[in-house]
């Protein structure tokens, strides 16, 4: 289950070899969530899984699903994923038609509502919708593919969106996404983040377990 004090690690799948799928995720079983990226190949331009292959995670995996969708049309697709039993389902702000009231719907199927953010969007039209999110995803990376390198820039951005939450007293999670490894999730929990993806930094390493751990500590010893 879910560690119950902040920070979190969701390891991406998009990093694991999926022929053994299910070998990959127990290596995985002390982290908090699983990372599930949908990509359409529309929205981003790249392709990976839609809802049976979701289902099949769900259906093996011994932590929690996090997806993160980046489609066209979240309005419409997104609470598939919900009731096909994820904990989490973020969509993306540039894609959304409606996000609140997607974000309400997600939560009435019983899913965690996230909303996730580009590096070059803006986070201030998030800030009065705060409490109709559980999760925010802050892209450090642009989205699609990974394995890309961490981008700085979207720090500061970050911290503002994390000082606003502590200002209005708001429980949102704060998640980042992309290059997250030792080397950098320090920046990012500096900044305010408390739940990292982390794909090749965990998949990658002789010993995931041992990856997870030494995230999640780095990330405390940081904290905002």
Do not use: C
């Not at 969701?10 to 299910?22: K, W």
């Not at 642009?142 to 500061?156: K, N, V």
């Amino acid at each position: 289950m879910p560690h119950p004090d902040a920070p979190r690690i969701h390891p991406s799948i998009l990093a694991a070899d999926f022929v053994n799928m299910q070998a990959e995720l127990a290596r995985i079983a002390t982290a908090d969530f699983v990372h599930v990226d949908v990509m359409d190949n529309h929205f981003v331009p790249n392709l990976t899984f839609g809802p049976q292959m979701v289902a099949r995670v769900q259906a093996t995996s011994p932590i929690p699903l996090d997806v993160h969708l980046m489609i066209d049309d979240p309005d419409r697709w997104a609470p598939e994923y919900a009731e096909l039993g994820a904990a989490s389902v973020t969509f993306h702000l540039e894609a959304a038609t409606e996000p609140v009231a997607l974000a309400r719907r997600l939560r009435a199927i019983g899913a965690r509502a996230g909303v996730a953010v580009k590096p070059t969007t803006a986070v201030e039209s998030l800030f009065d919708i705060l409490e109709d999110f559980d999760q925010i995803l802050v892209m450090t990376v642009e989205p699609g593919f990974g394995g890309q390198s961490f981008m700085p820039e979207t720090m500061p951005k970050l911290r503002r969106l994390a000082d606003e939450a502590r200002r209005r007293g708001s429980a949102v999670w704060l998640q980042v996404d992309g290059g997250i490894s030792p080397n950098t999730i320090a920046a990012a929990a500096e900044a305010g983040a408390d739940t990292f993806v982390a794909g090749s930094a965990v998949f990658g390493a002789a010993d995931p377990a041992a990856a997870i751990a030494q995230l999640r500590g780095q990330a405390r010893e940081h904290r905002h």
